[in-house]
């Protein structure tokens, strides 16, 4: 096993980083490395698929708080109406297209967590299709992305509950951030201090669902993320390194966490879920949920009159 990223770096050395992890995976689960990288091609697929079917689609989530803002953008950059770069308009619009399908309760990958399931394949898939790069390179970086997570969760738990969103979005920055360097020729060493620069850049990040829905800010959060993993690799390319050792982020992340209050770990009772708009929102839900409950326990009572009458007549 894998024990830290110190201990990442002094195994692998100058090999590659993908194989680092897919050799450790394979001695630790008895599972054949192959298998592990087929695994993964098929979560590649899903979230190719889930970044096309959001990108077009117009319905609302669940919530009815978002919907349609992948669509948005993506008309936007068709229509030169965007004025980022091409690279960060379209990890920003994955991202986006992901955690559409999520708030509408499709199939997507939870990388770490469905909460921020859109920053890894918006990074990854974005830079896929810009630099044209090899779909197989990109399954590798997610080798290495999913390491790194693994590594992480060996000291964190990693959800909103535990521990704010930094949890959530912030890991998956991280772990985006890896993968990119490695996409881009990086050294194990290079992919650490993206995972480094991501990471301790979203320490303290909430996690305050308005309505206790993963709508908002969660949707947007991704998009933004996305592109702040895409700058630590950058930084990290360039031989910028994190002072603070990924190690000891990752222990600050924890005890960081443990600090916050209750109203910000999920619970919907603090941050923007209790803003003015955010209340009104949630006390908006709770009677149509209240009204939900009142037809289905109507119609179950007609239905047992109706086979009550049927049985006596």
């Avoid at 990854?124 to 044209?132: D, I, K, N, T, W």
């Amino acid at each position: 096993m894998i024990e830290s990223f110190k201990h990442l770096e002094a195994m692998a050395g100058t090999r590659d980083l993908a194989g680092v992890f897919l050799e450790s995976d394979a001695e630790e689960h008895a599972v054949p490395a192959e298998l592990i990288v087929e695994a993964l091609r098929k979560r590649r697929a899903v979230m190719r698929d889930c970044v096309e079917r959001g990108r077009t689609s117009e319905g609302a989530s669940m919530g009815r708080l978002v919907g349609g803002e992948a669509l948005l953008l993506q008309r936007a950059f068709e229509e030169g109406r965007t004025f980022l770069d091409p690279l960060t308009i379209k990890a920003e619009l994955y991202a986006l297209a992901v955690m559409g399908e999520n708030s509408r309760m499709g199939v997507i990958v939870a990388a770490p967590t469905a909460g921020a399931g859109g920053v890894v394949p918006g990074m990854l898939l974005a830079l896929e299709e810009e630099r044209q790069i090899d779909p197989e390179r990109t399954v590798r970086a997610l080798v290495v992305a999913g390491g790194v997570g693994s590594i992480i969760a060996l000291s964190a738990n990693i959800s909103g509950a535990a521990g704010g969103c930094q949890n959530e979005v912030g890991v998956a920055c991280a772990m985006g951030a890896a993968g990119v360097a490695y996409m881009m020729g990086g050294t194990t060493r290079q992919s650490i201090h993206a995972a480094a620069i991501a990471l301790k850049n979203t320490l303290g990040l909430v996690c305050d669902p308005v309505g206790g829905l993963v709508e908002v800010p969660c949707v947007k959060r991704n998009a933004l993320f996305a592109v702040h993993g895409l700058t630590a690799a950058q930084l990290a390319m360039a031989g910028v390194e994190s002072v603070i050792p990924m190690d000891e982020i990752v222990e600050a992340m924890v005890r960081i966490g443990r600090s916050l209050p209750r109203g910000l770990r999920e619970t919907a009772e603090g941050g923007l879920a209790t803003t003015d708009t955010g209340t009104a929102i949630a006390l908006r839900l709770k009677d149509e949920a209240n009204a939900r409950r009142a037809e289905r326990a109507a119609e179950r009572e007609r239905m047992a009159q109706e086979r009550k009458s049927g049985a006596t007549s």
